[in-house]
């Protein structure tokens, strides 16, 4: 029986106005070749700059890793040819990066899962080849991007868990605002690597490395793809090759692009040309203080103040709703009603209306006020349910829906007995049925006081009166 073992390589383009080295823009552009300068394409006598936002965002992100972080910033030269890198080598960190020996807990099928992370590392990126028959096409819009890699330990065994972790990672990375992390735009891009071992083996098997992938959904169909066809090699009694390979979307396989035997001699040397600065204990502690509470903290309080565990997930999951449930907590709105409101109403009137959380009139202040109005029996929870659609379609408050409409619900106990004795005297038979010991009809005449008092009359008290007034009769 064999275990599929396997490794990540996380890029992620970090969000500053300009790229690593050069004051070209750092934005998204279909224009090829747009954003770009003589230091992004390797002119003779260019000298790097480097960037500082991209170091400070770099080191929040190893920070909020659970990262060991340096006391210097120190850029390396990894010496290699390739169409898409003009200088010849790469700016990029190898004997000091920016974060080592980090971790990334995640909660899977109900069980903590602490996912280990060997090194994080600021580099520039690459430019971008399209490859037709007998030529391919640069675009350097690309090159020089702050680029930070996420390399993990091999400490996955399944898709499942690899997609839990990298959607947590996105998370993080949005709610501390170093990244887009969009896909769509190449912003975040995964490396896969993958091998096959028996469950009774120490050594790990020959990996295969997947490259440059850009969707998740895609991560799972490589990883599905690899387990299978590595276990079918060795199951024929065949060996798997080290090799690079890529996935054709098309055709749902991965090919191969180059096989490796030996690893790649890239030449690692301290880059000349960027001295080495020293980080201050302070700078260090100023960027740690700008992290905010993240998502799986997050989740274990919402869950601990009765939230269930998969609204709690949901709520977390941007950044943006969560500060919202948020302010409804310090508002003190109740946090399994205010949940269940929002992750069923809410998020489905945004996702309906393609709005963002800021976009829609409802704030959390009036999302408080209708809970309460709740709470205290002012309106009925179906009627509240009417007054939420209201707010937002109207764009009013609570309150102004609720005088607008004439919906505050009576809960006076002489008025709703008038009510309900009325009720009783116009459906005799219904109350003999109920003594006759049918007691399940009592439903039939809590609907007929609602429907007498125009569905202003709360229903509980309604219950209880209709009880103690049959009994009498």
């Known amino acids: 029986m064999y275990k599929a073992v396997i490794g990540l390589e996380v890029h992620c383009e970090l969000n500053t106005e300009s790229k690593m080295f050069s004051g070209s823009k750092n934005t998204y552009s279909k224009v090829p070749n747009e954003n770009i300068s003589v230091i992004d394409l390797a002119f003779p006598g260019i000298l790097p ?120 990672l996105r998370s993080i990375i949005k709610y501390i605002d170093v990244s887009e992390a969009s896909s769509d735009k190449g912003q975040l891009r995964v490396d896969v690597n993958i091998s096959m071992m028996k469950e009774t083996d120490t050594e790990l098997g020959v990996r295969a490395e997947i490259k440059g992938i850009n969707s998740f959904n895609s991560v799972k169909e490589i990883i599905l793809y690899e387990m299978e066809r590595q276990r079918e090699i060795l199951e024929s009694g065949g060996q798997v090759k080290q090799e690079t390979r890529r996935w054709v979307d098309d055709e749902k396989v991965t090919v191969s692009m180059r096989e490796k035997v030996d690893a790649i001699d890239y030449k690692f040397y301290v880059e000349p040309n960027i001295p080495v600065v020293k980080l201050d204990k302070e700078f260090l502690d100023e960027i740690r203080k700008e992290i905010p ?94 007054v939420f659609a209201s707010v937002l379609e109207e764009e009013k408050s609570p309150s102004e829906i609720v005088k607008e409409k004439g919906m505050e619900q009576i809960s006076d106990p002489d008025l709703i007995r008038d009510i309900v004795n009325k009720v009783l005297d116009e459906n005799p038979s219904q109350l003999e049925t109920y003594k006759s010991g049918k007691t399940n009809i009592i439903g039939f005449f809590v609907g007929q006081v609602l429907k007498a008092s125009g569905g202003k009359a709360n229903p509980g008290v309604a219950s209880k009166i209709l009880n103690e007034e049959i009994v009498k009769r």
């Open 49 to 168: 700059l480097p960037n500082k936002e991209a170091i400070r965002k770099a080191l929040k992100l190893a920070m909020a890793l659970n990262c060991e972080v340096p006391d210097i910033v120190k850029f390396d030269r990894k010496n290699y040819y390739y169409p898409d890198l003009p200088k010849g080598y790469q700016l990029t960190q190898m004997t000091k990066p920016f974060g080592r020996n980090g971790h990334l807990t995640i909660n899977f099928n109900g069980e903590e899962k602490k996912c280990t992370i060997h090194q994080l590392h600021l580099e520039e990126d690459t430019a971008n080849m399209d490859h037709y028959d007998g030529y391919s096409l640069l675009d350097y819009n690309r090159a020089g991007i702050p680029l930070v890699e996420i390399v993990t330990d091999p400490v996955f065994n399944d898709e499942k868990t690899v997609i839990e972790f990298l959607e947590s």
């Open 293 to 386: 509470a993240l998502p799986y903290e997050r989740e274990l309080k919402y869950i601990s103040l009765g939230v269930n565990s998969k609204d709690a997930r949901t709520l977390v999951r941007e950044k943006a709703i969560s500060d919202f449930f948020e302010s409804v907590l310090s508002l003190g709105g109740d946090a399994k009603d205010a949940a269940n409101w929002m992750t069923t109403r809410l998020l489905g009137f945004m996702n309906t209306n393609n709005k963002t959380i800021e976009e829609v009139y409802l704030t959390p202040e009036m999302l408080v006020e209708l809970i309460n109005m709740v709470k205290s029996g002012k309106i009925s929870s179906q009627q509240a349910k009417e």
